[in-house]
């Protein structure tokens, strides 16, 4: 769905835009990241410790990310804190994969499980992927993560990983409706979301 679709759908619908918006918002990767990463944690690991992962990760890698899309929003660079043009994302993408393998490594040197740690390496390779990728296609960041953590959690929960995996189908749908990506490129986020998950499977199960 173009952008000129999403505009029509939200004049025709505008409680159908507001929901999706609501959506997209909460199944954000900035979200959805610190979320998992904190109900693994304090599954795998003692609450000291695991709160010391998260707190990492909020403070290492989430938050200078949003601070930067919002600085970058600020001064014209960025059309909005999504990143939606591919164009913008060359100088998104090595920024994240940098905070995200100092993470990985400072994790190496504390006592946290090795899972987590092969996990954590795992996302940061999905994403190095999606970049790659990015050069010929904006690959939905929110479709890969969504469905890379549902198909985790699927491996700890089968439960609550089947209503996680509705629920990324959920966050690509709304993606859809707002016009920020097309279908092959939510698609392809899936895929590479799904395939990585895969991978954790294979490698931890």
Not at 33 to 44: E, I
Request: net charge positive; proline share 3%.
């Amino acid at each position: 769905m173009h952008k000129s679709s999403a505009v029509a759908n939200s004049e025709a619908r505008p409680w159908l835009h507001r929901f999706a918006t609501y959506v997209s918002v909460v199944g954000h990767p900035l979200i959805t990241s610190v979320l998992f990463a904190g109900f693994v944690s304090f599954r795998m690991l003692g609450s000291r410790t695991a709160g010391w992962v998260v707190l990492l990760l909020m403070a290492g890698v989430m938050g200078p990310i949003a601070l930067w899309n919002q600085v970058q929003v600020r001064r014209g660079r960025y059309s909005n804190f999504d990143v939606s043009k591919r164009q913008h994302r060359h100088s998104f993408y090595p920024r994240l994969l940098g905070l995200l393998c100092l993470a990985t490594a400072l994790l190496s040197f504390t006592d946290t499980a090795q899972r987590l740690q092969a996990g954590m390496a795992i996302s940061t390779a999905m994403l190095g992927i999606c970049y790659l990728l990015n050069f010929w296609l904006k690959v939905s960041l929110h479709a890969a993560m969504s469905f890379f953590l549902g198909g985790v959690l699927c491996l700890l929960h089968p439960l609550s990983g089947v209503v996680a995996l509705s629920l990324a189908i959920l966050v690509a749908w709304s993606r859809l409706v707002l016009g920020r990506h097309t279908l092959p490129e939510l698609a392809v986020g899936g895929a590479v979301g799904c395939a990585a998950a895969v991978v954790v499977y294979v490698l931890l199960h």
